[in-house]
C-alpha cells in the first residue's frame, strides 16, 4: 500500500483526493497501532535526546498555551555554556523546558524528517506520491493545555496523532487560498465559533486545508501528533517560473524601462514611451505562455527540483572510477521508489539528457535505450540489462551505471560486498 494509502486507511485515497484534498476537512478514525512503526513515545524522547540539546528556534520552539498560545522566547528556554574546546554556546536548557512543559507549554520540533530515519522514508515515499515538497513537524502538548494559537497555515496540512488525544476546532478560511501566515490584524478578527469539532485518538487521521482556521487542546493526558506540510505549488509560483526563463531568454525584458521624471514631461513623466515599453512586456509574454512546449519545460523543471531523502553511498559514489572494473554483470543497482525523471533525446546535438535530483546529466544519445531501461526498474543487474528493453553489453552499460551511481542517483544494492571494489 502506497504512503498516503496508509495514513487514510480505511478511506480510499483516491475519494480523499477527488472529495477532501484541499478543499474541506476530514477526519479519518483509524486503531491505537496504525502509526506504531512510524513514531511514538520511544521515538520522541530518542529524538529529543540525540537532537535537541543544540537547537534553536525556528527548529525549535515553545508556545505559552495557558497564556494565548503565544510563542516564548528563546532565552527563557536556553541556556550558555562552554563546550571542550572552552568556546561558548548557546543551547536548549533541559531543565526549562521541562519547567516550561510542565507549566503547560507546546514543544514544537521543524523539520524531523531531517532527523528521523523512519519519518524521513515515510516523507520521501508521500512526497513523491504527490509529487510535491513537503516537511514534517512535530508536537507535543502537556495534559490539559491548548497548543498554538488560532491560526491557519499556508500550507495543505495532514495531522497523524501518534499518541494521547487531541481535540481539534476548524472554521472556514476568510482569506481564500493565502500565501502567507495571517498577521496581527488578521489574528485579530479570526473566527470565535468552530464550524467543526473533531476529537481525535492514538491512529487517527485529520485532513486541515490551507487557509483553514484551527485550534488544538488536550484534556486529561498529553498528546503527541506529527504534522505533514505540504507546500503544494500554486499559480503563482509557475508565473515566477514562467518569468525566470523569460528573463533568460528575452535581454529586451531585462533593459531599463523609460525614465518617469523627463524634464518638460508633463506632471513629470512620459506616459507615451512608458506605455510602448509595458506593450512589448506583454507582447513577449503572451508569446511565451502560447508555447506548445511550456507544460514540458515547466514539469522538467519540477522533475529538477526533487532531492533524494538519502543521497548518500559514500563508498561507492567517491570510489566509483574504476568501477566497470570492480563490477561485474551480476553486481546488483537499485533505484529509490518513486523517483521521477525526465529523459529527452536532443537529436541536433547527439545528445540524451537526463534530468534526476537536481541534476541534468548529459549522455550520447545511443545511450537513450539504456537509460530507459535503467529507469524502467527499481532493481537490476547487468546481466537484466543485457537481456531487457533496450539491451546493452555490459561493456556499454558499465559506464553508465558508475556515472549514475557517481551522481547519487543509482546505488549499489549491496553497500558492504565485494562489489563496491
Given at each position: 500500500?502506497?504512503?498516503?494509502?496508509?495514513?487514510?486507511?480505511?478511506?480510499?485515497?483516491?475519494?480523499?483526493?477527488?472529495?477532501?484534498?484541499?478543499?474541506?476537512?476530514?477526519?479519518?478514525?483509524?486503531?491505537?497501532?496504525?502509526?506504531?512503526?512510524?513514531?511514538?513515545?520511544?521515538?520522541?524522547?530518542?529524538?529529543?535526546?540525540?537532537?535537541?540539546?543544540?537547537?534553536?528556534?525556528?527548529?525549535?520552539?515553545?508556545?505559552?498555551?495557558?497564556?494565548?498560545?503565544?510563542?516564548?522566547?528563546?532565552?527563557?528556554?536556553?541556556?550558555?555554556?562552554?563546550?571542550a574546546n572552552r568556546c561558548p554556546l548557546t543551547v536548549s536548557s533541559p531543565a526549562r523546558i521541562r519547567e516550561l512543559c510542565r507549566a503547560g507549554a507546546s514543544l514544537m520540533l521543524r523539520s524531523v524528517d531531517d532527523g528521523d530515519p523512519q519519518i524521513k522514508r515515510f516523507a520521501a515515499a508521500l512526497g513523491?506520491?504527490?509529487?510535491?515538497?513537503?516537511?514534517?513537524?512535530?508536537?507535543?502538548?502537556?495534559?490539559?493545555?491548548?497548543?498554538?494559537?488560532?491560526?491557519?497555515?499556508?500550507?495543505?496540512?495532514?495531522?497523524?496523532?501518534?499518541?494521547?488525544?487531541?481535540?481539534?476546532?476548524?472554521?472556514?478560511?476568510?482569506?481564500?487560498?493565502?500565501?502567507?501566515?495571517?498577521?496581527?490584524?488578521?489574528?485579530?478578527?479570526?473566527?470565535?465559533?468552530?464550524?467543526?469539532?473533531?476529537?481525535?485518538?492514538?491512529?487517527?487521521?485529520?485532513?486541515?486545508?490551507?487557509?483553514?482556521?484551527?485550534?488544538?487542546q488536550t484534556s486529561g493526558g498529553p498528546s503527541l501528533h506529527l504534522t505533514v506540510r505540504v507546500a503544494c505549488r500554486t499559480g503563482i509560483d509557475f508565473l515566477r517560473w514562467a518569468l525566470a526563463e523569460l528573463a533568460r531568454e528575452e535581454p529586451s525584458l531585462r533593459e531599463n524601462l523609460p525614465l518617469t521624471?523627463?524634464?518638460?514631461?508633463?506632471?513629470?513623466?512620459?506616459?507615451?514611451?512608458?506605455?510602448?515599453?509595458?506593450?512589448?512586456?506583454?507582447?513577449?509574454?503572451?508569446?511565451?505562455?502560447?508555447?506548445?512546449?511550456?507544460?514540458?519545460?515547466?514539469?522538467?523543471?519540477?522533475?529538477?527540483?526533487?532531492?533524494?531523502?538519502?543521497?548518500?553511498?559514500?563508498?561507492?559514489?567517491?570510489?566509483?572510477?574504476?568501477?566497470?572494473?570492480?563490477?561485474?554483470?551480476?553486481?546488483?543497482?537499485?533505484?529509490?521508489?518513486?523517483?521521477?525523471?525526465?529523459?529527452?533525446?536532443?537529436?541536433?546535438?547527439?545528445?540524451?539528457?537526463?534530468?534526476?535530483?537536481?541534476?541534468?546529466?548529459?549522455?550520447?544519445?545511443?545511450?537513450?535505450?539504456?537509460?530507459?531501461?535503467?529507469?524502467?526498474?527499481?532493481?537490476?543487474?547487468?546481466?537484466?540489462?543485457?537481456?531487457?528493453?533496450?539491451?546493452?553489453?555490459?561493456?556499454?552499460?558499465?559506464?553508465?551505471?558508475?556515472?549514475?551511481?557517481?551522481?547519487?542517483?543509482?546505488?549499489?544494492?549491496?553497500?558492504?560486498?565485494?562489489?563496491?571494489?
Amino acid at each position: 500500500m502506497s504512503a498516503l494509502g496508509q495514513i487514510l486507511s480505511p478511506l480510499d485515497k483516491h475519494v480523499f483526493l477527488r472529495e477532501h484534498w484541499a478543499r474541506q476537512p476530514v477526519h479519518v478514525r483509524g486503531h491505537a497501532a496504525k502509526f506504531a512503526d512510524l513514531f511514538g513515545w520511544p521515538s520522541f524522547d530518542r529524538y529529543l535526546n540525540h537532537h535537541l540539546r543544540f537547537f534553536a528556534p525556528p527548529a525549535l520552539e515553545l508556545y505559552d498555551g495557558r497564556r494565548g498560545g503565544g510563542r516564548i522566547p528563546p532565552e527563557l528556554f536556553q541556556e550558555s555554556i562552554v563546550d571542550a574546546n572552552r568556546c561558548p554556546l548557546t543551547v536548549s536548557s533541559p531543565a526549562r523546558i521541562r519547567e516550561l512543559c510542565r507549566a503547560g507549554a507546546s514543544l514544537m520540533l521543524r523539520s524531523v524528517d531531517d532527523g528521523d530515519p523512519q519519518i524521513k522514508r515515510f516523507a520521501a515515499a508521500l512526497g513523491h506520491e504527490l509529487g510535491e515538497n513537503l516537511r514534517v513537524d512535530l508536537f507535543y502538548t502537556p495534559p490539559e493545555s491548548p497548543g498554538v494559537h488560532q491560526h491557519y497555515d499556508r500550507e495543505d496540512v495532514l495531522v497523524l496523532q501518534v499518541e494521547g488525544e487531541k481535540e481539534w476546532h476548524l472554521s472556514a478560511p476568510t482569506v481564500r487560498a493565502p500565501l502567507d501566515m495571517p498577521d496581527y490584524a488578521e489574528l485579530a478578527r479570526a473566527p470565535i465559533y468552530p464550524d467543526h469539532v473533531f476529537r481525535l485518538s492514538k491512529g487517527d487521521f485529520l485532513h486541515v486545508p490551507r487557509g483553514v482556521w484551527h485550534a488544538a487542546q488536550t484534556s486529561g493526558g498529553p498528546s503527541l501528533h506529527l504534522t505533514v506540510r505540504v507546500a503544494c505549488r500554486t499559480g503563482i509560483d509557475f508565473l515566477r517560473w514562467a518569468l525566470a526563463e523569460l528573463a533568460r531568454e528575452e535581454p529586451s525584458l531585462r533593459e531599463n524601462l523609460p525614465l518617469t521624471l523627463q524634464a518638460g514631461a508633463p506632471y513629470g513623466y512620459e506616459p507615451a514611451a512608458l506605455g510602448e515599453a509595458v506593450a512589448r512586456i506583454r507582447g513577449a509574454a503572451l508569446a511565451f505562455l502560447e508555447r506548445p512546449d511550456l507544460v514540458a519545460r515547466y514539469n522538467k523543471d519540477c522533475v529538477k527540483g526533487d532531492r533524494a531523502a538519502e543521497p548518500y553511498q559514500l563508498r561507492a559514489q567517491a570510489g566509483v572510477k574504476g568501477a566497470d572494473a570492480a563490477w561485474t554483470e551480476e553486481t546488483a543497482f537499485r533505484r529509490p521508489p518513486g523517483q521521477r525523471f525526465a529523459l529527452e533525446r536532443c537529436a541536433a546535438r547527439d545528445v540524451a539528457i537526463l534530468s534526476v535530483w537536481g541534476a541534468e546529466l548529459e549522455f550520447p544519445l545511443s545511450a537513450a535505450a539504456l537509460l530507459e531501461s535503467i529507469f524502467s526498474r527499481d532493481r537490476l543487474s547487468g546481466r537484466e540489462l543485457a537481456s531487457g528493453r533496450g539491451g546493452a553489453a555490459w561493456a556499454e552499460a558499465a559506464p553508465v551505471l558508475a556515472r549514475l551511481v557517481a551522481a547519487g542517483v543509482v546505488f549499489v544494492a549491496e553497500p558492504g560486498g565485494a562489489s563496491l571494489g
